[in-house]
C-alpha cells in the first residue's frame, strides 16, 4: 500500500495478470457465443384407416413409411401428442391435424411419446402408438384407426 491508500502491482504481479490476460478474455468470450443449433429432432406420422367390410383400395405408403397392415388415408383426426418420459412425462406437448394426405409433422425434443389420434365422435376406435425420438432425427410412425 502506498501512503494514499492505493495498492501498487509489483511488476512480478503485473506480468502474471498481462499473460492471463488473453486467457481471460478468450474465456469470457466463449461464454457469450452462440451455440451450434443441433439437428431438430420430431415425429413425421401417417394417419390410416383399417378394417371395416373389406378395403378395397388400399392406399400406396409414402416414402419412409412400411406396414404389413393395409389401410386407407385418414386424415379426419387431431394427433395428440404426449410426453411418457422426461420433465414432462404425462402432460400432452402437441396437437397437430394432419394434412389431405393424412400425414403429420410434428418438432419435439428426444424422448419417448404416446401418439393418440383424437376421432370425430361415433368414429372409428383409436389405436395409440408409442414412439421413440432419437436426437437429431424424426422418427417415422403410421398410427391406424379401426372401423367395423
Not at 481471460?24 to 457465443?33: I, R, T
Not at 396437437?95 to 419417448?112: C, I, Q, S
Request: with cysteine.
Amino acid at each position: 500500500m502506498t501512503p494514499r491508500g492505493r495498492t501498487i502491482l509489483t511488476a512480478r504481479a503485473q506480468r502474471l495478470l498481462l499473460a492471463l490476460l488473453p486467457v481471460l478474455l478468450l474465456s469470457l468470450a466463449a461464454c457469450g457465443a452462440p451455440k451450434q443449433p443441433s439437428q431438430p429432432s420430431g415425429v413425421v406420422g401417417l394417419v390410416l384407416f383399417e378394417g371395416g367390410p373389406v378395403v378395397l383400395s388400399p392406399s400406396a405408403l409414402p416414402a419412409g413409411f412400411s406396414s404389413g397392415v393395409q389401410g386407407r388415408l385418414y386424415p379426419y383426426v387431431t394427433m395428440e401428442i404426449r410426453a411418457k418420459t422426461g420433465l414432462h412425462a404425462g402432460d400432452v406437448v402437441a396437437k397437430v391435424k394432419p394434412d389431405a394426405k393424412a400425414l403429420f409433422k410434428v418438432t419435439l425434443p428426444p424422448g419417448t411419446y404416446v401418439l393418440n389420434p383424437l376421432v370425430p365422435k361415433h368414429g372409428p376406435w383409436p389405436h395409440p402408438v408409442t414412439v421413440v425420438v432419437q436426437p437429431g432425427r424424426y422418427t417415422h410412425a403410421i398410427v391406424y384407426v379401426e372401423g367395423m
